[in-house]
């Protein structure tokens, strides 16, 4: 297991080198830099001498690959650059936007868990009953909706309808958090509750529940002690996509709010071309999804005896 683990990370390293290399090309490529996006929003703008020296302060009038080495060469060195926009050190700025985003994360999964697990374990027992209908029509629904849209109706009727709710977020607080995690859980509800109760449906047709049913074993029994723990290797399977995306920042659902995290940092910083903060927000994507797949398959290991014996084979 300890090979393992080692193997793992170290795939980190090229893994990390390739995807802020094509980052940094991508942002290359784009017609105009983070010194056009500042300055042309200027009225009366700004003559091409000011920004060419402004360029040369920032690095950007050298070529892609010396700009690429310098940057990587600060990072190892400890040092992430400083932001074209606010002139501020990249790497405490972007760690300043993480607990909004934790926050976020926290609440819409654990509300997201709460729901699905036992709405599909409910509609998988009374298959093809009303309660099935009502719970597999909400989560097409659910699923069909585009987060933004979701998010527009729920500030329509909770804010604008019946001002119960901020519009937007502003401020970390129990009111502006809510809406938010609403438009996050709806989205995640639907797909877990009905791949729960596919799971759920599997494993009732199984030989071994037929067994220990003709054994006159209960059926909470059953559902809580065998059924519920071979269907959280699915449960976890969506967790770990869930909890990378949403570590990674909901862009969209976080400009909508006006939520000050992640998500809403890399979108500001896309549209004015900021690399360093970019390059900032693709490493910890990058470090995200490498340790959440990590962690994933360790807890496969200790769920499933299989995986077990394959590793130790």
């Not at 080495?69 to 990072?75: E, P, R, S, T, V």
């Not at 400890?78 to 760690?95: E, H």
């Not at 990590?294 to 290991?301: E, F, R, W």
């Amino acid at each position: 297991m300890k090979t393992y683990i080692a193997h793992r990370l170290l795939q980190l390293i090229p893994i990390v080198l390739g995807i802020t290399f094509f980052s940094f090309a991508l942002m290359q490529s784009v017609a105009g830099d983070a010194v056009d996006a500042l300055y042309d929003n200027i009225s009366g703008g700004v003559s091409e001498e000011i920004k060419a020296e402004r360029r040369a302060e920032l690095g950007l009038d050298k070529p892609f690959l010396v700009q690429y080495a310098n940057w990587l060469k600060g990072l190892v060195q400890g040092d992430m650059g400083i932001s074209y926009l606010s002139g501020k050190a990249v790497f405490p700025t972007f760690m300043s936007k993480l607990p909004a985003t934790l926050l976020l994360m926290v609440s819409s999964i654990s509300l997201t868990v709460t729901v699905s697990i036992p709405l599909g374990v409910l509609a998988a027992v009374r298959q093809n009953r009303i309660l099935d209908y009502v719970v597999r029509g909400l989560t097409f629904a659910g699923n069909s909706l585009p987060g933004f849209f979701t998010s527009l109706l729920l500030i329509y009727f909770f804010s604008l309808k019946l001002r119960l709710l901020p519009v937007m977020g502003g401020t970390i607080s129990l009111k502006s958090i809510i809406l938010p995690t609403l438009t996050l859980a709806i989205a995640m509800s639907s797909k877990y509750i009905r791949q729960v109760r596919v799971t759920v449906l599997e494993e009732l047709q199984k030989d071994y529940v037929t067994g220990a049913r003709a054994r006159g074993v209960r059926e909470s029994v059953i559902m809580y002690a065998n059924v519920l723990k071979t269907a959280m290797l699915t449960i976890i399977t969506l967790l770990a996509l869930s909890i990378g995306s949403l570590l990674g920042g909901t862009a969209i659902i976080e400009t909508i709010f006006m939520w000050d995290g992640v998500g809403k940092l890399a979108v500001d910083s896309i549209l004015m071309r900021d690399y360093p903060m970019i390059q900032a927000y693709v490493i910890w994507m990058a470090l995200i999804y490498v340790a959440v797949n990590l962690v994933t398959d360790l807890l496969y290991h200790f769920l499933d005896p299989r995986i077990r014996r394959a590793h130790s084979a």
